[in-house]
């Protein structure tokens, strides 16, 4: 597949915790992005992070990539209740015109 | 407008009838995706625009899908004679350009029952 996949498939914490998600990815792209989304309907941006790029920081989200193993991490700190949402990675492949959405990790934050 | 826009935000249609799904992107953005998620799953790719053109329709899952955009702004996706596996929530996303640096918006989504 030439989807980013996810894993966990499912994710439960205390609030407080830190969540990690991973996305793993089989060809070269030129940059990976993070979405949220809430009750199965619209997805939010997230995050960017570039093929040259190997951590990105937005508040309290950070991105990691690897292009050596094709992977990236997802941390969120102090994660809260309001975190609770599907966590998708998209990746923009080198030479395609659209993202490829991976299967996406349920993230369940408990107060 | 201030995001994308769909509608219907739902739809129940009986399967043989057709459908047609309305995107109405942020004004500016050149670039318009549709995208399809049933219960529980990924993002299935379906067609890009880049304005009015979309250069490759292989992601359509059969000829009884079609798209079109008009003046560089709405997009209508339509499902002829709807089966059962048509139902799912389709996402129109837009963006400045293609291979932009600055993500995808998306709308509400469309929720497609066919019954």
């Known amino acids: 597949s030439q989807q980013g996949e996810e894993d966990p498939q499912a994710l439960s914490i205390q609030e407080g915790e830190n969540a990690t998600m991973n996305c793993s990815y089989k060809?070269?792209?030129?940059?990976l992005q993070w979405y949220r989304q809430n009750s199965g309907r619209g997805l939010v941006h997230l995050i960017l992070?570039?093929?040259?790029?190997r951590e990105k920081h937005s508040g309290r989200l950070r991105v990691t990539l690897d292009t050596s193993k094709k992977s990236s991490s997802l941390l969120i700190t102090a994660s809260r209740a309001a975190d609770t949402a599907s966590y998708f990675c998209?990746?923009?492949?080198?030479?395609?015109?659209?993202?490829?959405f991976g299967t996406g990790t349920r993230l369940t934050v408990i107060p | 407008g201030a995001g994308v826009s769909q509608s219907p935000s739902n739809k129940v249609t009986e399967k043989g009838k057709d459908v047609e799904l309305r995107c109405d992107p942020i004004?500016?953005?050149?670039?318009l995706y549709w995208y399809r998620q049933s219960l529980g799953q990924g993002l299935e790719f379906l067609i890009y625009?880049?304005?009015?053109?979309?250069?490759?329709k292989s992601g359509l899952p059969s000829d009884r899908f079609s798209a079109e955009r008009t003046g560089g702004s709405v997009s209508t996706l339509t499902i002829q004679r709807t089966q059962q596996e048509d139902s799912a929530v389709y996402l129109c996303?837009?963006?400045?350009?293609?291979?932009?640096?600055?993500?995808?918006?998306f709308g509400s989504g469309t929720r497609l029952t066919v019954v």
């Open positions: 996303a837009s963006s400045l350009a293609i291979l932009t640096s600055e993500g995808y918006t």
């Open positions: 998209a990746k923009g492949q080198t030479g395609a015109n659209n993202l490829f």
């Open positions: 004004s500016g953005h050149t670039a």
């Open positions: 992070i570039r093929s040259n790029e």
């Open positions: 625009f880049q304005g009015n053109s979309a250069p490759d």
């Open positions: 060809t070269s792209i030129n940059n």
